[in-house]
């Protein structure tokens, strides 16, 4: 009998030792959640506690901290409901809390990773800007702010550098990479009399640019502006998402506490158990998998995204809410010059008098037919670019490129030009200047119908899709040049590609001549085409097409490259400007940019523009899909705290990735 209590008291000791160290580890176990639930979600705690002192109540990160909140004391709740008291002996699961807050940190950490990937995007565009311009001051180079470099100054941009200012090279020939700004990996091959534009990085050569622009008003300035101001610009999605949110998150708070209250107050009423641990935790549940977080942060990402792989393309846009509207384009209006075509005149056949004028301007019958043809169209050139070699009139340069020889000038006397007709000028015959023989000096005219007439030379008009150069040597009629603005060679497969991706209606607005406009449009199978018109009347046909799209969804672009499209850029739907070459004004009227002046980007900018609209649809589609059909599982009681994770951080992390696809265009986007 004394061994029996012996052993009753041996096991009444050992478990009451037990008992005490299930409570310790009780103790210890419940520290060791709160310290993870801690380390996991004090910035969560602290944003929610801000957001309820600052007016701003229902966010993600307060239904966050509710949820999970109410996930610890609801375990607490089970563990004193039988006691009265906490037991610690009874371990507290805390496994949901700390598990729901780890993983939306996980969430959160890969939407930082998805930013700072586009952030990159955009910082790679900022590293287009110069740190300093290299000038000559008591014979020595020396580095200065370009803030302080003055229009007209002499630069030096040695290999490697940047080039800090727009400007004409001056002395020097290079290659410079002008990827940063076009997206194109294409070098470009630069001499003396070309343009640069800054933020382009000399690759071989030493340059002396000649400044045209201060710093502010040069392009790698006026792009940054436009890249900074870009973010501020929200689309119609990203307003949707936010007015959603601010309605949304109030509601699916107000009936989460319905869930948790009415059913056991009507269970209660009808006499049956309230079940207040049940309801209170469908209650919780549907909190968290009712947080937007896949929406507000996968929404403004894909748009942030987008805006940077355009950027890296050499694409510009303005801001968000221009995505949806280019996404949308029915009818794409060009300007003529300087957009679909080289904006410079060329020369396009060579016509002596009495020669055919098919455009071949060859006689077929023999070898020495075909060999006397070309030089007396060579002929024709040399006298015509002679006359021309003082004047600063671009038909004039378009002979002398030509022609492609240098002048001595000691062989032209005698020059005057008069404007809007032509030049006539003396010129030593080209038989003395190969046989070096004397010979009696010719006198040249050239230029417009008009100034021939005026001469008293006999010569026609000659129908054609350009300006026709007439030449007279000693006052007998010679023979014609014709010059014309050729298409960008990229221009037919720009027209190609829009037609291609569902454009209806392709229009050029020009103010040429209708031959010079005919021929572009037919060229480049342009489905409408509008000639000889003023700025104003350019409004009035972008007026007028946008009046017959009332009722279509779609939208107008309009692409321009002058000073004299502002207004219609402005008035489109959407603008979009020539950036390398076209004027100041035109870029800031426009809401898209071209860095490389290719009319081609046009199409790559709306491929990129439904791409990223489809991304945001995709995301909205799924991220509502799925957190509809979760919250009704929520509320049923279908789903526990481990689906709610699933149903808010899995849904969030798999838009975001969604939404990183935006940063690169595809292939088809791409030129």
Known sequence: ????????????????????????????????????????????????????????????????????????????????????????????????????????????????????????????????????????QVGEIVQVDPAEVPVGSTIFVYPGEKIPMDGIVMEGSSTLNTSALTGESMPRDVVAGDEVISGCINMTGVLQVQTTKVFGQSTVSKILELVEEAGSRKSKSEQFISKFARVYTPAVTIFA??????????????????????????????????????????????????????????????????????????????DKTGTLTEGKFKVQGIFPMGQDTSGSGESPETEENHRSDLDARERLLRYAAYAESTSSHPISKSLLQAYGKSISPEEVSDIQEISGHGVVATVRPVEEQETGKDEALVRVAVGNLKWMQKLGVSAEEVPSAGTTVHVALDGVYAGYILVADGPKSTAAEAIHRLKKMGVKRIVMLTGDAEAVAEKVATDLQIDEYFSELLPADKVAEVERLLGGMEKIPGSLIFVGDGINDAPVLTRADIGVAMGALGSDAAIEAADVVLMDDDPGKVATAIAIAKRIMGIVHQNIGFSLGVKFACLALGAVGVANMWFAIFADVGVMVLAVLNATRALRPTSNTGR
């Open 257 to 334: 506490m319905a869930l948790a209250i009415l059913p056991p107050v009507v269970r209660m009423l009808m006499g049956d158990v309230a079940m207040w641990g049940d309801w209170i935790y469908r209650a919780l549940t549907f909190l968290v998998i009712s947080c937007p977080c896949a929406l507000v942060i996968s929404i403004p990402l894909t748009f942030f995204a987008g805006l940077g792989g355009a950027g890296k393309a050499g694409i510009l846009i303005k801001g968000s809410n221009y995505v949806e509207t280019l996404s949308k384009a029915d009818v794409v209006v060009f």
């Open 1 to 136: 009998m004394a061994l029996n209590l012996a052993s009753v008291m041996m096991s009444a000791f050992g478990t009451a030792l037990l008992y005490e160290s299930a409570v310790i580890f009780g103790w210890i176990e419940l520290i060791l959640y709160l310290v993870a639930y801690a380390i996991v979600g004090h910035d969560i705690l602290r944003k929610a506690f801000r957001g309820i002192c600052n007016g701003r109540v229902f966010d993600e990160n307060f239904l966050m901290a509710l949820a999970t909140l109410g996930a610890i004391g609801l375990a607490v709740y089970e563990n004193i409901r039988g006691n009265r008291t906490l037991d610690m002996s009874q371990p507290l699961d805390l496994n949901e809390a700390v598990a729901v807050m780890l993983f939306y940190q996980v969430g959160e950490w890969f939407q930082s990773v998805a930013v700072g990937k586009s952030r990159k995007n955009i910082a790679a565009l900022m590293d287009i800007r110069p740190d300093y311009a290299n000038v000559e």
